[in-house]
Nanobody, 124 residues
Framework: QVQLVESGGGLVQAGGSLRLSCAAS????????MGWFRQAPGKEREFVAVISRGGSTNYADSAKGRFTISRDNAKNTVYLQMNSLKPAETAVYSCAADAAGWRLSIDIRLYDYWGQGTQVTVSS
């Protein structure tokens, strides 16, 4: 079992930055692929970024160049640095863990564990 707890959300003005953190329990964190997803009101959950156990990354087109995903295996934590935020990116951001740590999973169905999410609100 892996438990995930997100933090770092909040209210930010358009163009601002936030860094989200996702702390994981368990001794196998380093073996998991970790992803970030978001869900805006009335919309489906969508992929944002992913990092494999080896450190390879992939991003949604909307996130490329502005968001950076990273991980610190010593701290069992994955981060999402978000810059130049837009009001349309207001959503609940959640992290997830995929036990198949070799792949860069963008499909929510491939993830085994999910956090509760943290609210990000971008004001115009």
């Amino acid at each position: 079992q892996v438990q995930l707890v997100e933090s770092g959300g909040g209210l930010v003005q358009a163009g601002g930055s936030l860094r989200l953190s996702c702390a994981a329990s368990g001794r196998t964190f380093s073996s998991y692929t970790m992803g970030w997803f978001r869900q805006a009101p009335g919309k489906e959950r969508e992929f944002v970024a992913v990092i494999s156990r080896g450190g390879s990354t992939n991003y949604a087109d909307s996130a490329k160049g502005r968001f950076t995903i990273s991980r610190d295996n010593a701290k069992n934590t994955v981060y999402l640095q978000m810059n130049s935020l837009k009001p349309a990116e207001t959503a609940v951001y959640s992290c997830a863990a995929d036990a198949a740590g070799w792949r860069l999973s963008i499909d929510i169905r491939l993830y085994d564990y999910w956090g509760q999410g943290t609210q990000v609100t971008v004001s115009s």
